[in-house]
């Protein structure tokens, strides 16, 4: 794909958004009034995803429109294009094949000439087994004991994942062994992680796409000197240290020659490829903490779920595309409802680090001001997403999303099973408090849609003065998605829902949503100014003022 993007902005369809936008006076009250269709013509299914869009400040014009300028961008060309292993992220000259990860054993894909999937279910069934190995306590440390802590060492996309899906998957977890992950370069971390294990029973999982990240790396060699330090204290100094290495290091890589450089064998070493980008790698080898956890059955549902909204993605008219219609929506906020953030709200505690684990899926992938030809972006791109579990959110920052003066679109994502499902039963009668919880859920989407007007408020007898105060405009925009239950396989539903919207959402903006050249100038510079944190005069002048005078405080307060 070498021709440049088409400019969202030229399409016929843009125009009649820009029309429709003219005259946008939402107003769901009436439109759910009038219509009684609106909310089964505005739910849809994909896999197990039941998501209703008829909160959302949508009509079936909007949506046509909307339908339109998928076609007229060529949002299913492009989504082809991306399944069948073009080289769509320009910027870097790769093949964008996530998807591939999750494709059946049975199925083939040609990527430069070659079919990838063989090599995807080899680097699995290697992974599946060392897990196999790990759970059933089959692989064993230095001393001959059995592994009861798994450490992923990793940072962004090869940790974000495995420690959002591992939270989020606790009900599925193997109850013996813990996993804990290290990320941040801040010593504290690797500090509180590494405090009180037992490093006999303690294996790392180095994860790094490059095997080259400042953080990772740092991260590895220190955990690989507490290992050796603390089996020495523990009184284990007979042990040989290569031997110890190799027992407790695993890697996760694309650079298997940088891996071996470290001292871990390559026999332990799991692959991937560059057609992962780092933020669509937790169900690639980077998942090997989770598959430990969770075991490789769990896994490859997770896998399945992932596969599952893959098919309905490239397989599903647009009209009943659920990433492709949420995408589009976004865009509609973004570029006509001046949207700048979008909050992502989990009625589920397990999925307390979801929020966490999309902004890097969707900031890093759409937070871009030129387009994949080069040029300059016609209108805004990647809006910030964020959120928190309900109903904590609820009782923090819920009150701007309410009454705030600027829209907010906001996922709100619950499950009909709870995974421990408890009951009040302190005052005699039996509350099941998952209902509690689901009903602030409903409860939320509708106060948002519906507010609360002047007359009601007055009409609860509200002195005059406080009835403004009082009143909830409605007509702030909800998407409700909802699963039988959070299990391996939803989660990996859930995940590719939210890749695919993102990628939706690039092709309209005509971004490269697969590079991050973003994140490359504070790194340089870190490696640029680190001799004057530590003293370094020279260095130190070359710096602009105000660094200057941070890194001089900096000198003078550090004991
Ligand atoms: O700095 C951003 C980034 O490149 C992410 O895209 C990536 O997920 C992360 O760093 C970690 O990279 P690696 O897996 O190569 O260590």
Known sequence: MSEGPVDATTTDAWKALTELRAGFEPDLRSWFADDPGRASRFTFEAADLHVDLS???????????????????????????????????????RAVLHTALRLPADASLEVDGTDVVPAVHETLAKMYA???????????????????????????????????????????????????????????????????????????????????TLETLTNARLARTWLLDALAENGHSEVDSADAVKKHFVAVSTALDKVADFGIDPENAFGFWDWVGGRYSVDS????????????????????????????????????????????????????????THAVLPYSQLLHRFPAYLQQLTMESNGKSVRWDGTAVTTDTGEVFWGEPGTNGQHAFYQLIHQGTR?????????????????????????????????????????????????????????????????????????????????????????????????????????????????????????????????????????????????????????
């Open 55 to 93: 909160k959302d400040l949508i009509t079936d014009d909007l949506l046509a429109s909307l339908l339109a300028l998928a076609e007229q961008v060529g949002l299913e060309a492009r989504r082809d294009a991306m399944l069948a292993g073009e080289h769509i992220n320009v910027t870097e000259d």
């Open 130 to 212: 060392f897990a196999d190995r790990v759970r059933s306590g089959e692989w064993k440390g230095v001393t001959g004991e059995r592994i009861h802590t798994v450490v992923n060492i990793g940072i962004g996309g090869s940790d974000l994942g495995p420690v959002m899906a591992y939270e989020a998957l606790e009900p599925f977890r193997h109850p013996e062994i813990e996993c804990r992950f290290i990320s941040n370069i801040d010593p504290t971390d690797a500090g509180q992680k590494l405090k009180g294990l037992d490093p006999a029973t303690t294996l790392f999982v180095v994860s790094s796409k490059t095997f080259s």
């Open 285 to 340: 080898a980077i998942g090997t903490s989770l598959a430990i956890a969770i075991g490789p059955e769990g896994f490859a549902e997770f896998l399945g779920g992932f596969h599952a909204i893959d098919e309905h993605f490239a397989k599903t008219p647009l009209a009943q595309n659920v990433p492709a219609l949420m995408g589009l929506l976004n865009v509609w906020y973004v570029n006509f409802l001046d949207a700048q």
């Open 407 to 559: 829209v907010i679109p906001a996922d709100f994502i619950a499950f009909a099973n709870p995974a421990y499902p408890l009951a009040d039963a302190s005052d005699g009668q039996s509350v099941d408090v998952h209902e509690l919880f689901l009903a602030n859920f409903f409860a939320q989407t509708q106060a948002l849609a519906f507010g609360k007007t002047a007359e009601q408020v007055r009409a609860e007898g509200t002195a005059e003065n406080i009835v403004n105060a009082r009143v909830f405009s409605g007509n702030r925009p909800t998407t409700s998605i909802m699963a039988p239950s959070l299990t391996p396989g939803v989660l990996g539903q859930l995940i590719a829902l939210y890749e695919h919207i993102t990628f939706t959402q690039g092709v309209v903006w005509g971004i490269d949503s697969f590079d991050q050249w973003g994140v490359e100038l504070g790194k340089q510079l870190a490696v640029q100014i680190s001799p004057a944190v530590s003293g370094d005069a020279d260095t130190a002048k070359q710096q602009d003022t105000s660094t200057q005078s941070l890194i001089a405080y900096y000198r003078e307060k550090r004991k």
